[in-house]
Each structure stands twice: as structure tokens, then as C-alpha cells.
């Protein structure tokens, strides 16, 4: 299969850019150019995916297990018994409404793993753009078939992923003008985690860990389990020397504790506007505080006011709607 592109794709901005990025080792870009091209997507696509810090392999597992899904062993009986089996159509993906878009090339890998034949690829959208209603954003020539069969799961993805983009640019906007950054959590779905956290950072966001073992996080259970919040810090300073150890704290007092034990990152857990004041106030630069909890976008800029470094949004990956986007045919050009 082919992929020619009329105009070129960029990459979003790197992890360490003021736009958005990642935090605490999370790896997104760690895949090899090597590794890339051991999939089976066209090598252009392939280096794009990871040029936007997403696996191409895993991408590509994703697409097949979505068409997978929808086939279920069988065929798309609907198009196979109105399609012409040679019948070529250019499908166009359009913006329904305003949003910010994310997921692009992933639509594009998911209509790559079901194309029998070549396929053009027109790019009128980056991922990260702001988008409006009737917008067109992908145009993609190849068999009708094909086009119809990869449908749905091409938008599934793309809408979800645009959705969530869409939802974190709020954020990012309520908090323009501070140093505060929004970031993620690992309430995203399984399975789709990268991808939730690409159109995170897709959106303006910063994403936290990835995983489970590229950094820590010493909740509450974790301090009722060692027997203090201090002591929960340093076990995992003690095991684990070389990676990040955020701890959570519920009270000022708890945050003299991790302070004085030399934390680096402070999770203040649904401390007031005014209790997150002192907070910064006490910290005075010695670690790096995000707040969690009692956070809307109503409020997000007066907690920005108060100088903490990230806010916690777990909605952003949990709870955000789909930014609607349709997929119309029209006869290929000559």
C-alpha cells in the first residue's frame, strides 16, 4: 500500500516545549526509527507516528483489533453485497463541529490495515489544530469497500482522541498567562493509553507517568500501609533512587513531613484555593506541587493563581465527549 500525502505532516510539539510535552519518564518517544519499521504500515506513515512520540507497532496492533472487532471473523456484509468489488470512492473525514483535532495519522493506519489495494492520502489538518464545523481535515482514494469497512473504526478513534484534545485545550486556555500546566492520570481506557495521552498532549496538556513503573506515587493507602507519609517516601526513595516519587498529602502538615524528607513532587489532594496558597507559600520552591481534586474550569485559573506548578484532571481522559467528525464519499478524481 501507498501513502502519498499532498501536504506534509509535522510533528507536534517535543515533550520539553512550553506548548505541552510529557513528564516523569514517560516514554512516548522511546521507540527506535529500527523498531518502526518492523510494522507492516507504510514506512512514511510509520515515521510520522513516531515523530508524534506514538509506537507505530502498537498503532498498528490497535487498528487490527479494531477492524477485528467489527469483523468478528466474518465480512462487512452490508458493503460486500452493495459495493462493486472494483469500485473505487474518496472518502472525506469533516469536522461536524468546532474542536481540536488529534488522531489523524491513527485513522489513517486503521484504513492502511484494511486497504487491499494502493491508497492517496490528502492531509488538510494537523493534529493539534483548531477545527470548524464543515472543516475538511483527511481525504483518503482507494476501494469503496475498503473505505466503508475501516469506517467506523477509523472514527471511533479519531473522534474520541479529537475529543479529548478538544477537552484538555479548555484547560490549557483557562490557564494561558500562568506557569500552572493541566496533565493527565492513569484513568484512561485499557488499551488506548497512549493514544489517550498523545491527544492529551495534542491539546496543550502535560501527561504524567505512563505507567505504573516509570515513576512513583505514594497515595494514601501506600502511607496507611508503611505507617506515615514520610516513611512511604523514602521506602520508595530507598528501593527505587532513580526514578521520580511524587507523594500525596492531604494537610499542611503532612507537607512539612514530605518537604523535610526531601520530596521532589507534592500531589496537594483537594486542598482549598486559599490552603493551596500556604501550600506554595511554605513549599517556596523546594519541590515542584500539583493540585487534585475540587477542580473545574470555572476554578482552574484561581488555583493557577496560586503558583502551582500542574493541575490533575483525570476527566480529561475519563469523561470528555467525542468531538463529532463524519466521513463522507464522493467519486474519486480522474
Request: charged share 25%; proline share 3%.
Amino acid at each position: 500500500m501507498t501513502d502519498v500525502s499532498a501536504t506534509p505532516d509535522l510533528p507536534l510539539a517535543d515533550a520539553d516545549s512550553d506548548s505541552g510535552g510529557c513528564g516523569d519518564n514517560c516514554g512516548c518517544s522511546q521507540a527506535s526509527s529500527e523498531d518502526a519499521m518492523e510494522c507492516g504500515l507504510d514506512p512514511s506513515l510509520a515515521q510520522l507516528l513516531l515523530d508524534a512520540g506514538l509506537h507505530p507497532v502498537e498503532i498498528e496492533d490497535i487498528a487490527h483489533m479494531a477492524i477485528a472487532e467489527d469483523l468478528d471473523g466474518g465480512v462487512d456484509v452490508t458493503t460486500v453485497a452493495t459495493i462493486p468489488e472494483e469500485a473505487v470512492a474518496t472518502a472525506d473525514f469533516t469536522a461536524r463541529e468546532n474542536g481540536v483535532v488529534a488522531g489523524l495519522r491513527v485513522a489513517e493506519a486503521i484504513i492502511s490495515v484494511v486497504a487491499t489495494d494502493e491508497f492517496e492520502v490528502e492531509r488538510h489538518a494537523e493534529d493539534g489544530d483548531l477545527v470548524t464545523a464543515g472543516q475538511k481535515l483527511l481525504s483518503v482514494t482507494t476501494r469503496t469497500r475498503d473505505l466503508l469497512t475501516a469506517e467506523r473504526s477509523a472514527l471511533n478513534l479519531l473522534c474520541r482522541l479529537s475529543g479529548i484534545a478538544t477537552a484538555t485545550r479548555a484547560w490549557a486556555d483557562a490557564l494561558d498567562g500562568t506557569k500552572t500546566k493541566v496533565r493527565d492520570t492513569r484513568k484512561t481506557t485499557p488499551g488506548l493509553r497512549s493514544l489517550e495521552k498523545y491527544a492529551v498532549r495534542a491539546g496543550g496538556g502535560v501527561n504524567h507517568r505512563m505507567s505504573l513503573s516509570d515513576a512513583a506515587l505514594v497515595k494514601d493507602n501506600h502511607v496507611v500501609a508503611a505507617g506515615g507519609v514520610a516513611e512511604a517516601f523514602q521506602a520508595v526513595r530507598d528501593r527505587f533512587p532513580g526514578l521520580p516519587v511524587e507523594v500525596e498529602v492531604d494537610t499542611l502538615h503532612q507537607l512539612r513531613e514530605v518537604l523535610d524528607a526531601g520530596a521532589d513532587l507534592i500531589l496537594l489532594d483537594n486542598f482549598t484555593p486559599g490552603e493551596t496558597e500556604e501550600a506554595v507559600a511554605l513549599t517556596d520552591g523546594r519541590a515542584l506541587l500539583e493540585s487534585s481534586g475540587r477542580l473545574t474550569l470555572e476554578n482552574a485559573a484561581t488555583y493557577a493563581k496560586t503558583g502551582v506548578d500542574f493541575l490533575a484532571v483525570g476527566a480529561l481522559t475519563h469523561s470528555s465527549p467525542i468531538l463529532d467528525i463524519g466521513l463522507d464519499l464522493r467519486e474519486a478524481d480522474a
